[in-house]
């Protein structure tokens, strides 16, 4: 009996066992014209360079909402000192109202506002994804690429007031008196 049940399993396997033997079609190749196909590598120092000194682009698909161009009204504009002797320079592009050039460490970026849920002044550039954000007190330019702030503690002169209005008179903290005892 065990004879039989091993002679028809081999029977079924056989089959099987003989198609994955069989040698794999080749893949025809491609005509080749005879020419080697380097690849050229460009080092990072050039790129950026190149990116530098190119002009920024005036045609950006971007078309801004009449709320995207009241933010825009509130944009700080002029040299910003920043932390660590930093500073940034922000003007407004007159070709293009609501646009505005940043100059940070001889790099520009061609911003435009975004509208934001918290009230904060955001300007965005999306082609080289950078964002800059200016609070009541303080502003900063954060890198999306590199996942980094490239300034920080960024203040013109009605932010740097605020801020020192701020530390005389210090806002209410957001849970005092709310325990209060009840009347």
């Known amino acids: 009996m ?10 079924l396997a056989l089959p099987f066992a003989a198609s994955a033997q069989e040698p794999a079609k080749p ?14 590598v460009v080092p990072k120092k050039i790129i950026k360079k190149v990116e ?3 002009p920024i682009a005036e045609d ?35 070709k293009k109202p609501g646009y505005f050039t940043l100059m940070h460490s001889n790099v520009r970026y ?26 009541g007190n303080k502003s900063m330019l954060m890198s999306q690429k590199q996942g980094l702030r490239l300034a920080d503690e960024c203040q013109a002169e009605v932010q740097a007031q605020l801020a020192e209005e701020i530390k005389k008179n210090p806002p209410k903290a957001l849970f005092e008196g709310a325990d209060e005892p009840k009347k």
Do not use: N, Y
Request: hydrophobic share 40%; charged share 25%.
């Open 110 to 135: 061609r911003m435009h506002p975004v509208e934001s849920r918290t009230g904060a002044v955001r300007l965005e550039d999306p082609r080289q994804q950078a964002m800059w954000l200016q609070l």
């Open 2 to 11: 065990k004879k039989i049940a091993f002679i028809a399993a081999l029977a």
């Open 60 to 94: 950006v698909d971007v078309v801004l909402t009449p709320e995207d161009q009241a933010v825009a009204l509130r944009v700080h504009t002029g040299t910003i000192k920043c932390e660590l002797g930093a500073s940034v320079s922000i003007t407004a592009d007159e």
């Open 27 to 40: 893949k025809p190749k491609p005509q080749s014209t005879g020419k080697a196909v380097t690849q050229k």
């Open 52 to 54: 530098e000194r190119q």
